[in-house]
């Protein structure tokens, strides 16, 4: 499969008449690199120079201007996995100084430092799935990776619109965790900051890591990797690999042990709940296919600062937001942290078996419920993300002319769109479409009971447990009524013909085993009245 996506990829490239684009300006920073007369590679990074031309806010740029922003040498490279196969590259790059040192600098009014990324946005032809998580998110977590959007040329040659992206590192204004040196080794500074991973061995710190002691569901041939990201690999010290080690094991084995929801001595015991929640919202309203599984970083605090596990930041979106055609697919509907490993079991990477055992824990589920209903109100309303969209489709009016005149992909599949849209427009209004049903079915999904509501007369019976596996029980406030009848269907219509035995005068059982994961309904008939109870399969 991987050999056929490479050849598909090198035809495309030879046969696609890519356009010249005559670029001269833009509304959006202009970003000049010059590698002078060396080729960008995957490793090493090559020194080159680079120019940013920022006029400020409405103001044209011109590629005739001063460079008012940045006028330095980078060290750059290639960047990324998957994405390295389109013809248009994402790179990465380091700002130095004339001496080739590292050198901190401001970007297009982002904080100071040395190490960022170029996202080259080419199989998302809304050009802003990336740029749309990260904001979303940086609204609500701790942390999010902050973007500007530019225009790019290499060498004269124009690239098209690329998102200027902060790379995920240690820094007190990015992952804001402790400094670890060399020497510290003990103590309290041996406790913290570390960042892991869940990614493809690719790129930095490559292999440095280990494999889970506990596999990521019964039966798989898999293995969870980890990896450290910070301290890096050349850096970190024996006892430093050894700490972390053995801590994440702890945290595993309080995930993977009986009394996993016990508030004191369960897994809250190490991780913050919140930017676990956090960290699951934003992922499950983008529906990421790569979520829990890949681009999946968290960080440990040194201990005399909390010392608890915190989830992101999050990365990586542009099969988010319905672009998908493959496991998980496009469509709105379907939780990724319960459907991947059943859909996609085959993958290399599949989900961990921590995230379901998150969601089994009845507490913590009802909290993130409670807390996707308190972000609807404000940050995750249809109106603010549809006014993001709108701001930034307005901003690459222009600019978007150019990227498909260069990249002219427009009307055309490119791996893996699950929809193809003829224009930009369409496009953008795909992606508006997709997570105003996204929404509608995660309300559906998390909704949560008012408690001040008073039952209904009407509601004769309880459904537990719930989410429920394998079986789940009718417990009536009556005796079962003789002329029952039960009907059980998902979202889709499907309807799932089901094995029920009746265990007392008051209680049925149901044996959903074979149904799949996600949301379910069971509609009870009674003298020609209806009654749906919804039910979350695991």
């Known amino acids: ?15 696609q008449n890519f356009g010249q684009v005559n670029f001269t300006k833009s509304n959006l920073p202009i970003i000049l690199i010059n590698t002078n007369g060396q080729q960008i590679q995957d490793e090493p990074k090559i020194i080159a120079d680079m120019k940013i031309i920022y006029n400020g806010p409405n103001i044209e740029n011109k590629i005739s201007d001063t460079a008012n922003e940045y006028n330095n040498r980078i060290g750059i490279e290639y960047r990324g996995s998957t994405s390295q196969g389109f013809p248009k590259k994402p790179f990465g790059f380091e700002t130095l100084n004339a001496s080739g040192e590292n050198n901190d600098v401001k970007l297009l009014g982002m904080p100071k430092e040395n190490d ?6 080419y199989n998302d032809k809304s050009l802003m799935r990336d740029g749309l998580a ?3 998110a940086g609204n609500i977590m701790e942390y999010a990776p902050r973007v500007r959007y530019t225009e790019l040329s290499i060498n004269n040659t124009y690239q098209g619109i690329y998102l200027l992206v902060e790379k995920i590192k240690r820094d007190k204004a990015r992952v804001d965790i402790e400094k670890m040196e060399t020497s510290d080794n ?10 892991i991973k869940m990614d493809k061995e690719t790129g930095s710190n490559s292999g440095e890591g280990w494999n889970s002691p506990y596999k990521p569901f019964n039966g798989a041939w898999q293995n969870t990797f980890f990896q450290c990201e910070y301290p890096n690999a050349s850096d970190i010290t024996s006892q430093q690999k050894d700490y972390i080690r053995n801590h994440i094991n702890q945290v595993e084995n309080s995930i993977a042990s009986q009394n996993f929801k016990d508030p004191i001595n369960g897994y809250r015991k190490y991780i913050d709940t919140k930017s676990l929640m956090d960290f699951i919202i934003i992922n499950e309203l983008t529906k990421n296919p790569d979520a829990y599984r890949l681009s999946t970083f968290f960080y440990k605090e040194r ?8 989830f992101g930041p999050v990365w990586d979106f542009n099969l988010g937001f319905g672009n998908v055609d493959y496991c998980t697919q496009g469509n709105p509907e379907g939780l990724v942290i319960l459907n991947f490993n059943e859909v996609c079991s085959g993958d290399w990477w599949v989900v961990h078996f921590w995230w379901k055992k998150f969601i089994q824990d009845e507490f913590f589920y009802t909290e993130l419920k409670h807390r996707w209903q308190a972000l609807r109100k404000k940050e995750f309303s249809e109106e603010r993300i549809n006014f993001v969209i709108d701001s930034i489709s307005t901003m690459l009016g222009e600019a978007q002319v150019r990227n498909f005149q260069q990249w002219p992909i427009l009307g055309q599949y490119v791996w893996p769109n699950y929809y193809v849209g003829q224009t930009y427009g369409e496009e953008v209004n795909y992606l508006k479409s997709w997570i105003k ?7 559906l999904v998390w909704e949560v009971k008012d408690p001040n509501t008073v039952e209904m007369e009407e509601d004769l019976l309880r459904l ?6 394998n079986r789940a029980t009718l417990d009536f406030k009556h005796n079962i009524p003789s002329d029952l ?5 998902d979202l889709g219509g499907s309807v799932f013909l089901v094995d029920y035995s009746k265990i007392s005068e008051k209680k049925m059982e149901l044996d959903i085993s074979e149904i799949p994961s996600g949301l379910i309904f069971i509609n009870v008939i009674l003298e020609d009245k209806s009654y749906t109870y919804k039910l979350i399969k695991n």
């Open 186 to 195: 003990s103590g309290d500074a041996l406790t913290g900051g570390y960042i």
């Open 1 to 15: 499969m991987r050999l056929l996506f490479t050849l598909a990829y090198s035809l495309f490239f030879i046969v």
């Open 464 to 469: 537990l447990p719930n989410p429920a596996k």
């Open 303 to 310: 201990d005399s600062e909390g010392g608890k596990i915190k």
């Open 485 to 489: 009848q039960i009907k059980i269907f």
């Open 134 to 136: 990260y904001i979303l």
């Open 116 to 121: 960022w990324t170029l996202n080259a946005t």
């Open 437 to 443: 049903n996204r929404i509608k079915y995660l309300d």
